[in-house]
């Protein structure tokens, strides 16, 4: 089991999957993991106060000595979910996976690996994804790159992250206050820690279907983002820049409906002023 301060088992990957009622989604997403090459790993799944079929979905695993299964009778969110998941991990590194996405890459665990071994100050390795369009996504790739960012957008997919367990823990893990956000906001502290990178592998691809962002999850959005760039001013770089765009932001889109045409081009020259389509 792992504990603040403790490195791990060397070589072993602990992935963490929270999940709640879906069952239908939670077998491909368990089994892309287990069909992972070349790399010991683990999968400690917690069953979040699910009440539909997962408890079966999960018992069908039961003969996989990697499958750990932790089931809680009420719901107590993402953030607690995953940081129980990692307090009982035995492995050094921490990987991530949504009930509803799935690898797409058998040496995804692999290559995140290798990375991890050749640069001991690594913290924190995501990769490319296809996105609920089946765009590829691909965020920048080096640290200096991906520090210009933090402060205005969050630049991990995460269901494609792998974390050093030592430092996920030295930074306290998730902050289970959060209800929204929760990835961005421990991503910036753990790059106060070490070094930050992306592969450009294309490894995940995210829930089929183009998910619609309601108006109150991206009022949500944009309030947290004013509030991170202003706790890690600090720690990055362009905070001024950051904030006025985000309060921009606000103000604008209290103004012009979220899907219409000058939120579509938003769009496109957002994607393009941070270069996340490549192909």
């Known amino acids: 089991m792992g504990a603040p301060g403790e490195a791990g088992e060397a070589g072993l990957v602990s992935v963490l999957l929270s999940t709640r009622n879906r069952a239908a989604s939670l077998g491909v997403a368990m089994q892309s993991v287990l069909d992972q090459e070349g790399v010991d ?6 069953n979040d106060g699910s009440t539909d079929a997962t408890a079966a979905v999960l018992a069908a695993h039961g003969d996989d000595s990697r499958v750990r299964v932790f089931h809680q009778e009420e719901s107590r969110g993402l953030p607690a979910s995953l940081n129980r998941a990692a307090k ?12 509803d996405d799935r690898w797409i890459r058998r040496d995804k665990l692999l290559l995140q690996r290798a ?10 390795l995501g990769t490319g994804y296809r996105d609920e369009a089946q765009r590829a996504i691909r965020n920048p790739l080096r640290d200096a790159d991906i520090r210009k960012q933090m402060l205005f957008r ?49 490894c995940v691809e995210k829930a089929g279907g183009q998910k619609t962002l309601s108006a ?3 009022d949500r959005q944009l309030h947290l983002a004013v509030s991170l760039a202003g706790t890690h001013r600090d720690s990055y770089p362009g905070a001024s820049r950051a904030l006025g765009m985000h309060r921009f932001s606000r103000w604008f ?18 994607r393009g002023v941070f270069s996340l389509e490549r192909d």
């Open 41 to 46: 790993l683990e999968l400690i799944v917690v």
């Open 154 to 202: 969050c630049p991990f997919c995460h269901p494609s992250v792998v974390m050093r367990a030592s430092a996920f823990h030295a930074v306290g893990g998730y902050d289970e206050a959060m209800t929204y956000g929760e990835d961005w906001e421990l991503w910036l502290r753990l790059g106060t820690t070490g070094r930050l990178g992306n592969l450009g592998e294309l």
């Open 115 to 124: 990375a991890f071994e050749a640069s001991p100050d690594l913290v924190l």
């Open 216 to 218: 109150q999850n991206f």
């Open 253 to 270: 889109f209290d103004r012009f409906p979220l899907g219409g045409a000058v939120h579509r081009a938003l769009s496109r020259a957002y």
């Open 88 to 99: 009982e991990a035995r492995g050094a590194l921490l990987a991530r996976v949504d009930d």
